[in-house]
């Protein structure tokens, strides 16, 4: 390596990505059931309660019999200003009670419009868990990279709330590490020992340094909130799941918009069809 290519090293290593905090303002929600009337208004009170934290002053309820097919849906929303989509699984189906998917009118709102929609457990399916709606919020946000990710961890901060507590989160998947490694090992001037140690530590040092630029940004505008960091190789959907229990977590966010593909983004789409059992924020 030259001079000039260890100095670059130092240079790049010293630099720290930085969070910088935007206030989420959501005024305007709108809750999509199938019920009718009377069943819609009972769930709308469920979930106007939930987000009672949230201020919000604008809400409009779509019944059952307002909408027939996924096009349906999308022509009532459309041309309309919405902060936040509240909904649950396989609308107009009875899929709900088997965790196979989330339903075509779901899947059509998390890629077709632009507004982030919170999944809540099925009203009729009774699988929600008993703190799936605590008033005191503890909140996982995760992300296949959890450095630079400023509208997520806006987000997180606005659904904890200034007294609850947030953990982020960054599991480098360590299947996929062993076989880079490997890969390096198979390189006769590179020095895997070396390589796996300093590549091991590099991974996990960005997220790192990112969540604390997040824990002292938020500090000074929340400063009774508690932010966690979880950075670690591990299983990632195992994992995830295994946190989400442990830590009694009753919201999970996370991306499900991908611009280069239909389906939902990255890890997002199995850890939504996993956990059934409490609300998920999808931006």
């Excluded at 720290?16 to 959501?26: A, N």
């Excluded at 062993?178 to 090992?185: F, L, N, V």
């Excluded at 300093?198 to 997040?214: A, E, F, G, V």
């Excluded at 996370?254 to 939902?264: L, N, R, T």
Aim: a negative charge; proline letters at 4%.
């Amino acid at each position: 390596m030259t001079t000039l290519d260890q100095f670059e090293s130092i240079f790049k290593s010293a630099v720290k990505p930085l969070y910088r905090h935007k206030v989420v303002s959501i005024d305007r929600a709108v809750i999509v059931t199938d019920l009718d009337q009377t069943a819609a208004g009972t769930f709308a009170k469920q979930v106007q309660q939930l987000l009672a934290p949230q201020r919000i002053t604008d809400w409009e309820i779509v019944r059952g019999d307002q909408y027939n097919s996924t096009l349906d849906l999308l022509r009532l929303l459309e041309g309309k200003t919405i902060d936040l989509i509240c909904c649950y699984r396989n609308l107009h189906s009875h899929a709900w009670q088997h965790p196979h998917s989330l339903g075509s009118h779901l899947d059509v709102l998390i890629q077709k419009t632009s507004s982030p929609v919170l999944i809540l457990p099925h009203p009729e399916a009774g699988y929600a868990y008993a703190h799936a709606y605590d008033s005191a919020r503890k909140v996982l946000a995760m992300t296949d990279h959890m450095t630079d990710d400023d509208v997520l961890v806006n987000y997180a901060a606005e659904f904890t709330g200034a007294n609850g507590r947030l953990h982020l989160a960054h599991i480098e998947d360590a299947a996929t590490f062993a076989r880079y490694i490997e890969a390096i090992s198979k390189i006769e001037t590179i020095d895997t020992a070396n390589a796996e140690a300093t590549i091991k530590h590099q991974l996990l040092k960005h997220p790192r340094d990112y969540i604390d630029s997040c824990r002292a940004a938020l500090a000074t505008k929340y400063p009774s909130m508690t932010v966690d960091a979880i950075v670690a190789y591990g299983h990632q959907l195992a994992d995830y799941l295994a946190y989400v229990d442990e830590l009694q977590i009753n919201l999970l966010l996370m991306h499900g918009k991908d611009e280069d593909q239909m389906a939902m983004h990255g890890l997002s789409y199995p850890l939504a069809i996993e956990l059934r059992q409490i609300p998920l924020l999808i931006i």
